[in-house]
């Protein structure tokens, strides 16, 4: 029997009571005083409509760090209000106390299913292919992962609907997994020597048939051309980690290493890869702002460094010792490697 939760007896303990020291100034001029979920919404959307800066969303609301981590609590349906006070102001969700002119809640009894349905940080379809892939290894890091020998009725290439024959799988790793080929370095940019780590290339899906001394199985999903030799690792299963869009409490500056997918420049909505990681403190959650430094020739003919200037801010969805990838969620300009990230 799934445990129920009184709705308003779970916000309350989500959400601190006492009101944030958060000045006006964090407001947009166009503020609601309040915003129903619906389903679509995301928390980065919410913030959006509220703040100037989303990511100074947990100031206002008044999360604590396990909060940031853990926000699984707001649902389509759930009203957000802001709420002035002398000393400041917060958002909070509406309970029944409440008098609000078109919307009145009442009780609700959630069961724990519905965490399912709370809503996301950020669009969960923009980056679920990419909590399995790309993955960062070491070097040399699928040498010893089964491999493909062959591909049936003598084909070079496989695609989806393809069988394999394949060398190294077993039992215990289950029955899906992915096929991966060893791509790039990925070098930290300020240090042209130090390897940050290896990037492995994610070509697709497959299904075993047979296990056997060479194991049979079936591509289920091919985005790039499988080959002889090509590696596979056991797919993992997916999980989304809803951590509420924050900036970190420290200074970061590092650098775009990788745009995914090959191309030299992106906007919202793509994938980077950064300089920074675990080691260095990123989490999930994390909202750092991109800048580009440009370049003019003066009137005398020198080149002379023009100042920085921020043109965008990038989401941290997945962390690796010594990498993370983020999603582009503003861009005023193209998204290049080599473009810095720092603490917004």
């Not at 995301?42 to 703040?51: E, K, Q, V």
């Not at 959650?285 to 430094?293: F, Q, S, T, W």
């Amino acid at each position: 029997m799934h445990k129920r939760i009184i709705a308003s007896i779970l916000f309350l303990s989500l959400f601190s009571a006492i009101a944030v020291q958060a000045g006006d100034t964090l407001l947009r001029s166009d503020t609601p005083d309040r915003h129903v979920v619906v389903p679509g919404d995301t928390l980065w959307g919410i913030a959006s409509r509220f703040l100037k800066d989303p990511w100074r969303w947990p100031e206002i609301w008044g999360f604590n760090r396990e909060q940031i981590k853990n926000p699984h609590k707001i649902y389509p349906g759930d009203i957000v209000i802001l709420e002035r006070l002398p000393h400041g102001s917060r958002l909070r969700l509406a309970d029944d106390s409440d008098e609000l002119r078109t919307v009145k809640l009442s009780p609700q009894i959630r069961t724990e299913q519905s965490s399912l349905a709370a809503i996301p940080s950020i669009p969960a379809a923009a980056i679920e292919p990419f909590l399995s892939q790309p993955i960062v290894i070491e070097k040399n890091g699928l040498d010893k992962a089964p491999y493909i020998v062959s591909a049936s009725e003598g084909r070079t290439v496989l695609s989806a609907g393809n069988k394999a024959y394949v060398s190294g799988l077993t039992e215990d790793k289950g029955m899906t997994w992915q096929v991966f080929r060893p791509g790039k370095a990925l070098k930290d940019p300020d240090q042209k020597d130090r390897v940050l780590g290896y990037e492995a290339v994610y070509l697709g899906n497959a299904k075993v048939d047979a296990f056997a001394e060479i194991s049979t199985l079936t591509i289920t999903r091919a985005v790039e051309e499988i080959l002889k030799g090509d590696r596979l690792i056991p797919a993992p299963d997916i999980a989304f980690n809803n951590y509420v869009p924050h900036a970190p409490d420290f200074s970061v500056s590092g650098r775009i290493v990788s745009v995914y997918g090959g191309v030299t420049e992106i906007g919202h909505g793509g994938i980077v890869a950064l300089s920074k990681g675990e080691q260095d403190g990123l989490e999930l959650g994390h909202v750092l702002a991109i800048y580009r430094k440009s370049q003019a020739k003066s009137l005398e003919g020198k080149v002379v460094q023009l100042p920085e200037e921020r043109i965008g801010l990038v989401f941290v969805f997945r962390v690796f010792d010594k990498i993370s990838y983020a999603l582009v969620v503003q861009s005023t300009s193209p998204i290049k490697v080599l473009d810095a990230v720092k603490t917004p």
